[in-house]
């Protein structure tokens, strides 16, 4: 089992989204996820979709602005990731905000779908919680 958000759990989503040829097609995109308040403290990562593949990675200052940013708190993050609430609910409480272009959301529909079927076999491995509960 890999703790959600931990490097063992960003590097599964990686080989998961490189995996998908699916993804690819729907080149070029950079998304990145920030949440606040983790066990461990605050995570944030993007994924990129270019011409080689899909990849997600720890976000670095000196990324360049990504075409869409989500940023949530820990317990919202881990709801929409197991399902018991959807991105949708999250925005209208005001327990998600989204950053930058927005019409992405709209204009790549094809995109939200292909990215939770790549990381449906993260999902499966995934515990929720500090990192260091999970297995080695």
């Known amino acids: 089992m890999i703790a959600y958000l931990s490097d063992a759990w960003i590097d599964a989503l990686d080989a998961a989204l490189d995996a998908s040829s699916a ?5 070029p995109l950079a998304l990145e996820q920030v949440v606040e308040g983790a066990p461990w403290g605050d995570v944030r990562y993007r ?5 080689p593949g ?3 990675r720890r976000a670095r200052d000196d990324d360049p602005a990504p075409d869409l940013s989500f940023t949530t708190d820990y317990p919202t993050a881990v709801a929409i990731a197991q399902g018991r609430e959807n991105a949708q ?13 927005v019409g992405v959301l709209t204009s790549r529909a094809e995109l ?9 076999t993260v999902r499966a491995q995934t515990i929720y919680g500090d990192p260091r509960d999970a297995a080695p």
Do not use: E, V
């Open 47 to 51: 994924l990129t979709i270019d011409a």
């Open 23 to 27: 993804i690819r097609a729907l080149a």
């Open 89 to 101: 609910s999250a925005l209208a409480a005001g327990r998600l905000q989204i950053g930058g272009n």
């Open 54 to 56: 899909a990849h997600a």
């Open 112 to 120: 939200w779908g292909a990215i939770d079927d790549a990381a449906a």
